[in-house]
C-alpha cells in the first residue's frame, strides 16, 4: 500500500522559510517521479514542483527561485524548501506520485503577519 506522509508545514511571516518532508513508503520511491501539489481555501489542486529519479526538476512559475524540491532515495523522502514566503502560497500541501491525486492529509502552510 502506497503512503505519504507530509509534515513540516506551519505559520509563518511573509517572507519567511518552511522546509516540508514526504515519508514515502509501500513502493520504490527512487523509480518514480514525485510532486509536491497545494489546495489553497475555496481553490482546486495546484502543481507546485516535480523531481524525477535523475533528479530533473521543475517548478510552476510563481515559486521558481523561491521553492526548491529534493529527494533522499535512502530515505525515500521528499523535500520542499520554500524560501521568501508570501501570503499567496497559504496552502495545504501535499506531495504525490506524479499523476496521482493526494491521498494523505498533507500539511498546512499558512504564511501571514
Known amino acids: 500500500e502506497v503512503q505519504l506522509v507530509e509534515s513540516g508545514g506551519g505559520l509563518v511571516q511573509p517572507g519567511g522559510s518552511l522546509r516540508l518532508s514526504c515519508a514515502a513508503s509501500?513502493?520504490?520511491?527512487?523509480?518514480?517521479?514525485m510532486s509536491w501539489v497545494r489546495q489553497a481555501p475555496g481553490k482546486g489542486l495546484e502543481w507546485v514542483s516535480d523531481?524525477?529519479?535523475?533528479?530533473?526538476?521543475r517548478y510552476r512559475d510563481s515559486v521558481k527561485g523561491r521553492f526548491t524540491i529534493s529527494r533522499d532515495n535512502a530515505k525515500k523522502t521528499l523535500y520542499l524548501q520554500m524560501n521568501t514566503l508570501k501570503p499567496e502560497d497559504t496552502a495545504v500541501y501535499y506531495c504525490?506520485?506524479?499523476?496521482?491525486?493526494?491521498g494523505g492529509q498533507g500539511t498546512q502552510v499558512t504564511v501571514s503577519s
Open positions: 504525490v506520485k506524479r499523476g496521482d491525486r493526494p
Open positions: 509501500g513502493f520504490t520511491f527512487s523509480s518514480y517521479a
Open positions: 523531481i524525477e529519479p535523475n533528479s530533473y526538476r
